[in-house]
């Protein structure tokens, strides 16, 4: 445990240093509770070390064009 938060302390410093925090988008497309498990746990962690995080849940009906456009418009946003 130790070691873990010596690595996170590190992760959250060199972070605070940025111009801008960095960002992680997750695109969840028909979740399962398994999957919807380790996503919140990329949460939490994005939060203990200042990364912003954006998680995107569609049903598994979603067409490829919705799921194309949103990824598009996160590639272009400067929170990503």
Same mark, same amino acid.
């Given at each position: 445990?130790a070691? %873990? *938060? =010596?690595?996170? +302390?590190?992760?959250? $410093?060199?972070?605070?240093?940025? $111009? +801008? !925090?960095p960002?992680? &988008?997750?695109?969840?497309? $028909? !979740?399962?509770? =398994?999957t919807?498990?380790?996503?919140?746990?990329? #949460?939490? %962690? /994005?939060?203990?070390v200042? &990364? *912003? /995080?954006?998680?995107?849940?569609? @049903?598994?009906?979603?067409? %490829? @064009?919705?799921?194309?456009?949103r990824? #598009?418009?996160? /590639? $272009?946003? @400067?929170?990503?």
């Amino acid at each position: 445990h130790a070691m %873990a *938060n =010596d690595v996170l +302390s590190e992760v959250k $410093a060199a972070i605070s240093e940025l $111009a +801008s !925090p960095p960002g992680l &988008v997750v695109v969840m497309v $028909a !979740p399962t509770t =398994d999957t919807e498990i380790y996503v919140r746990k990329k #949460q939490q %962690a /994005c939060r203990r070390v200042g &990364v *912003n /995080c954006v998680v995107d849940l569609y @049903d598994r009906h979603v067409s %490829a @064009d919705r799921l194309l456009s949103r990824i #598009q418009q996160h /590639c $272009a946003s @400067d929170q990503v």
